[in-house]
Each structure stands twice: as C-alpha cells, then as structure tokens.
C-alpha cells in the first residue's frame, strides 16, 4: 500500500504568492524573510501518494530540498516555529531519543545492558547446548569462573596456545625429526612466582595432603626427603648462587598453594628434561645444563603425554649431547619454545602439592629453574646391593625391577615415564623392595672423572700431569665444565688397562667416594689439589671399608 504525505496546495488570495511549505514544518523554514512564499496559514492540504508527481515549492532550490526531506517526512505533535536553524534542532532531537532509549542507530555507544530476565531464546539456545553434551558433541563454550572444569579448561586452553616443537628419537635425523607445530601464537599471560634466594632449612615443607591422588604418593615424598643428600640435592639457592656466580641471570619460579583453581589439574606428574651446553658469547661464561627437551607425562593416566617439546636456549649451543639426547643443531634451529614457556606450562599445571615423580629429579628442577619439594625420586628410593648410599641409575633399575633393558640415546617420554614405574612399583610394596645390582659400563671403564679443577687449569694442564705423573697420554679431554671457582672434566684413555694403570701410579691412597668408587687427590703448587676420581666399580666392593667418606 503506497504511503500518503501532505502537501500544502497553492493559494491566489495571498497575492498570488504560494504559501511556504516548510514554514509548519517541524524545522520551519531556514530561509526566514528572505523566502518568496507566504509565511501564514495555509491552503486546503492536498493527499497525494508516494507515487503522485509533484512538484515541491522549493524546487528551484533543489540542493537545499534534498537536505530538509528527512525533516518533511517525520510527523511530531505541531509547535511553534523555532528560531534557530534545523541542524541545531536536529541535534536536540537526537538528544531526546538518546534518552528515552529510541535511537538505534546509536546502540554501539553505549555499554551492554543490565542483566534482563532469562529470554526464551537464551533458554532454548541452553537446552540445545545441553543435548549436544550428551550426544558425545564437543560445548566450545567458555566454561563459568566457578565451574570446577574451569582450571583445568584454562591449563589445557594454554597449552594449545604454546609453540610446542615435538622431537621423536625414534625418527631418523634431519627434517622429520622435528614436526614444529603451525600454531606459533605467544602464550597468556600466567602469573608467577619469583623466588627469593633463601635456603628451605627450617621451614616446613608441603605434603600432598589435599586431594585423594596427591595422598597416595605422601610416603613416596617424605621416604625421598629422607635420605642423606636431599638437602644437599635439592638446595635451590645453591643452584640459584651458581648462576649468580657465572653471570647467568635467571629467574626462578614457585608453585602456588593448593586451591580451587587447580583441583581438576593432574596432582601427579612424571618429568624428564635433556640438557645440553651453551655459552654466552659476550662473556665467554658456559652454562652446561641449558634446558633443550622437557616431557610431563600424567601419573595417574601415563599414556596421556601434557607436555614434549624442544626448548631453544637462550644462549648458542656449544654441546648438542647428541651422542645423549639424539638431539641436533636442525632440531632446534627453527623451535620457538623458550624456559620461559615452560615455566608457565608448569606455574599453570602445579600447585605446591603437585607431586613430582622422576629420576635424580633435581636436575629437571634446575634446569626449569623451578623450586618444588613435593617430589617422589626414584634415585632417593632404591639403593645398590655394593653400596647403600650408592646411587642407582635408572638404566639398572628399570632393568632390576622389571628386567627391560633401557635405549642408549635418551628419550625423555620413556624416561618418565620409566621413573614413574619404579616408584609406583615401590609405593605398591609399601616400600619394601629389593636393593638393585648395578652394571658395569665397559666404555666408561676407559675414563677417568676430575673434578674440582681451579679456573685457571687447562685440559692441556691435565694431559701434561698425566704424562708426568703415570708416562701414559690420554687420547682426549673433554672441556672442562666450571660451576662457580671449581670445574669438572672426563679424562679418555686409550682401553680399560691404560685407565686403571694411570689412576694405579698416581700418588696417593685410594679412597672411596659416596657412590662407592675409587678417587685420588692430585695436589698444586700452591697447596690446593683436584680429585681423580674411576668411573667403574673394583670388582672386590667389599673391600671399600668406609663408603660414606668424601
């Protein structure tokens, strides 16, 4: 149906003048005096439909018509005509509406409305969303702050967002070998703790007491706080002095207490880390345990993998350990994933009484520069059948518990979750296991360990001592690894024989070490002295009368 609009019909007893049509208009007319139609009443109003063709009184002013036609088709109660110009009163009009919520043209400057009633289209939106819940189909929507999937929701959100490189020593090397994912986006923010450089002694340290998983491993934890080198092992501000010593800034991170925010977390994990060796190219400091591989695996589901990944260091590596880890230098060339994302992988992942299961876990722990001592270590569980303060490596565990035989190149996956089978083999025997024979590893019976070496020796240093001091050459030394004013090395000789023999003719009586093997003391010029220590057992053990002297 065409719409009908009023036009005022043209008059000849006002002079023969036309009467204005814009002058009862709502604006009136701009034109005022200066107008050359009649500004009085008017005429009889003529209908006229939308299709009619008319002709308007000001046509012969068409630029000015076309701007007032939005004001002749609005249709307010009559007033008087106003003195100032249409865009003035246009703007007092716009005024209005804003307030008594009318013009919709201007929605987007306003904030969202106040919480309304539940709408029957919100209601139906809900029960569709709960059916496809049932039906197996995946809710992308974003969980509510108290709903207790939320934390957990908001752990696995951050994972997906990290730039994960997965790393398989299975694979041969090259190109495969590293499958960096496409999803490079920086990680969320996740707040963490920075910890101070003060020592734990004294303080009590959290118990996994909190959730039903987190108290089947509490005698895991407190049988590993037991034995005699925790503290030493596991003194964070030793590492953190260390780091200080060698110029390596580093920020350390603490989990925070348990709470509601992480109770649909996994209160258990295995870890494993590899580690190789950098240098900073500015000082010429070398870091010998640069974090290259971290894997976290699920206690309690260990097929489930939460975290692998390549980690580039910070500085440029100067020791791939490829012989170790299997990782090389085209691993980790194109890896965007930093200490700094998996600091928050695991301040987002652990509370305090997460439980940290794995093997000589301290070292992972350092490497992430993580404080943490809810932890269940399965080289603080177990002891040697040679030497009860001996430590047992996990390549003879595995193979004493379970009589599997471990790879030669390291795979932190496996590891882990090896480390996880041996201590949950221990706590399923409430602790009553038997003690473990360890190997002999015929190429290391070929090495010598010296340690304690001052700052100002080098490997040449050691070589001339050795030819001096036993006329054998060694074939190699490694570079010597300084940790503070002290370093360490691996002396390499021609076979087994030439090993023994050289460590034999060194001056100075053999005394054992806390492991259980032999070691000499070499003494400087000025009073000082390193140790020479073997890297294999004596086949007669129990002749080592004091295996806890240092």
Same mark, same amino acid.
């Given at each position: 149906?065409?719409?009908?609009?009023?036009?005022?019909?043209?008059?000849?007893?006002?002079?023969?003048?036309?009467?204005?049509?814009?002058?009862?208009?709502?604006?009136?007319?701009? &034109?005022?005096?200066?107008?050359?139609?009649?500004?009085?009443?008017?005429?009889?109003?003529?209908?006229?439909?939308?299709?009619?063709?008319?002709?308007?009184?000001?046509?012969?002013?068409?630029?000015?018509?076309?701007?007032?036609?939005?004001?002749?088709?609005?249709?307010?109660?009559?007033?008087?005509?106003?003195?100032? !110009?249409?865009? !003035?009163?246009?703007?007092?009009?716009?005024?209005?509406?804003?307030?008594?919520?009318?013009?919709?043209?201007?929605?987007?400057?306003?904030? &969202?409305?106040?919480?309304?009633?539940?709408?029957?289209?919100?209601?139906?939106? @809900?029960?569709?969303?709960?059916?496809?819940?049932?039906?197996?189909?995946?809710?992308?929507?974003?969980?509510?702050?108290?709903?207790?999937?939320?934390?957990?929701?908001?752990?696995?959100?951050?994972?997906?967002?990290?730039?994960?490189?997965?790393?398989?020593?299975?694979?041969?090397?090259?190109?495969?070998?590293?499958?960096?994912?496409?999803?490079?986006?920086?990680?969320?923010?996740?707040?963490?703790?920075?910890?101070?450089?003060?020592?734990?002694?004294?303080?009590?340290?959290?118990?996994?007491?909190?959730?039903?998983?987190?108290?089947?491993?509490?005698?895991?934890?407190?049988?590993?706080?037991?034995?005699?080198?925790?503290?030493?092992?596991?003194?964070?501000?030793?590492?953190?002095?260390?780091?200080?010593?060698?110029?390596?800034?580093?920020?350390?991170?603490?989990?925070?207490?348990?709470?509601?925010?992480?109770?649909?977390?996994?209160?258990?994990?295995?870890?494993?880390?590899?580690?190789?060796?950098?240098?900073?190219?500015?000082?010429?400091?070398?870091?010998?345990?640069?974090?290259?591989?971290?894997?976290?695996?699920?206690?309690?589901?260990?097929?489930?993998?939460?975290?692998?990944?390549?980690?580039?260091?910070?500085?440029?590596?100067?020791?791939?350990?490829?012989?170790?880890?299997?990782?090389?230098?085209?691993?980790?060339?194109?890896?965007?994933?930093?200490?700094?994302?998996?600091?928050?992988?695991?301040?987002?992942?652990?509370?305090?009484?997460?439980?940290?299961?794995?093997?000589?876990?301290?070292?992972?722990?350092?490497?992430?520069?993580?404080?943490?001592?809810?932890?269940?270590?399965?080289?603080?569980?177990?002891?040697?059948?040679?030497?009860?303060?001996?430590?047992?490596?996990?390549?003879?565990?595995?193979?004493?518990?379970?009589?599997?035989?471990?790879?030669?190149?390291?795979?932190?996956?496996?590891?882990?979750?090896?480390?996880?089978?041996?201590?949950?083999?221990?706590?399923?025997?409430?602790?009553?296991?038997?003690?473990?024979?360890?190997?002999?590893?015929?190429?290391?019976? @070929?090495?010598?360990?010296?340690?304690?070496?001052?700052?100002?020796?080098?490997?040449? &240093?050691?070589?001339?001592?050795?030819?001096?001091?036993?006329?054998?050459?060694?074939?190699?030394?490694?570079?010597?690894?300084?940790?503070?004013?002290?370093?360490?090395?691996?002396?390499?000789?021609?076979?087994?024989?030439?090993?023994?023999?050289?460590?034999?003719?060194?001056?100075?009586?053999?005394?054992?070490?806390?492991?259980?093997?032999?070691?000499?003391?070499?003494?400087?010029?000025?009073?000082?002295?390193?140790?020479?220590?073997?890297?294999?057992?004596?086949?007669?053990?129990?002749?080592?009368?004091?295996?806890?002297?240092?």
């Amino acid at each position: 149906m065409a719409k009908k609009y009023k036009l005022f019909s043209s008059s000849t007893s006002n002079g023969g003048k036309q009467v204005c049509a814009f002058f009862s208009s709502p604006d009136g007319c701009r &034109n005022g005096a200066k107008c050359p139609f009649v500004h009085g009443s008017a005429g009889k109003a003529a209908e006229v439909s939308e299709t009619a063709s008319v002709i308007s009184s000001e046509s012969e002013d068409s630029s000015n018509s076309q701007k007032e036609d939005d004001a002749i088709f609005s249709t307010p109660p009559p007033r008087k005509p106003s003195k100032q !110009d249409g865009t !003035d009163n246009s703007k007092k009009s716009r005024k209005k509406k804003r307030k008594s919520g009318q013009d919709k043209d201007d929605d987007f400057l306003f904030a &969202n409305p106040k919480v309304r009633p539940e709408s029957d289209f919100k209601k139906t939106v @809900k029960e569709t969303s709960n059916k496809k819940q049932k039906c197996g189909v995946e809710d992308r929507s974003v969980p509510k702050e108290n709903s207790p999937s939320s934390p957990d929701a908001s752990f696995r959100r951050l994972v997906s967002n990290l730039p994960v490189a997965t790393f398989s020593v299975t694979e041969s090397g090259g190109e495969n070998s590293r499958k960096a994912q496409a999803n490079s986006s920086p990680s969320r923010q996740v707040e963490t703790t920075t910890v101070p450089q003060t020592s734990n002694v004294g303080k009590r340290l959290p118990l996994p007491v909190s959730t039903e998983t987190g108290r089947k491993w509490v005698k895991a934890v407190q049988k590993t706080r037991e034995h005699d080198r925790y503290k030493s092992s596991f003194d964070f501000s030793k590492y953190k002095q260390l780091d200080q010593n060698n110029g390596i800034q580093s920020t350390w991170i603490k989990a925070k207490p348990y709470g509601s925010w992480c109770q649909s977390n996994p209160q258990a994990i295995a870890i494993d880390c590899e580690m190789c060796e950098t240098q900073d190219p500015l000082s010429g400091v070398k870091n010998p345990k640069a974090l290259c591989r971290v894997s976290v695996v699920n206690a309690e589901k260990p097929e489930e993998v939460l975290l692998d990944t390549l980690v580039k260091p910070a500085w440029p590596v100067t020791d791939y350990r490829t012989r170790i880890n299997g990782i090389k230098k085209e691993n980790l060339d194109n890896v965007e994933f930093t200490l700094r994302h998996a600091q928050a992988f695991m301040i987002a992942l652990c509370s305090e009484e997460t439980v940290i299961l794995g093997h000589a876990v301290q070292n992972d722990l350092a490497a992430l520069n993580m404080e943490h001592h809810c932890n269940a270590d399965s080289s603080f569980l177990f002891h040697a059948k040679d030497s009860e303060s001996a430590t047992v490596s996990l390549k003879d565990l595995v193979f004493g518990i379970f009589q599997k035989k471990m790879p030669e190149t390291h795979d932190s996956v496996n590891d882990a979750r090896k480390a996880l089978d041996c201590v949950l083999h221990w706590v399923e025997n409430d602790g009553k296991v038997a003690q473990i024979e360890r190997s002999t590893n015929n190429s290391k019976a @070929k090495e010598l360990f010296v340690h304690r070496i001052p700052k100002q020796c080098k490997p040449q &240093n050691l070589s001339s001592m050795f030819q001096k001091h036993t006329d054998i050459q060694p074939t190699s030394i490694a570079d010597i690894e300084f940790s503070g004013e002290s370093g360490k090395t691996h002396v390499v000789f021609r076979t087994p024989r030439h090993a023994k023999l050289a460590f034999d003719t060194l001056d100075g009586t053999a005394e054992p070490d806390k492991s259980g093997r032999l070691q000499k003391k070499v003494y400087l010029r000025n009073g000082d002295y390193v140790r020479i220590r073997k890297m294999v057992f004596e086949n007669n053990r129990s002749s080592i009368s004091n295996p806890n002297k240092t």
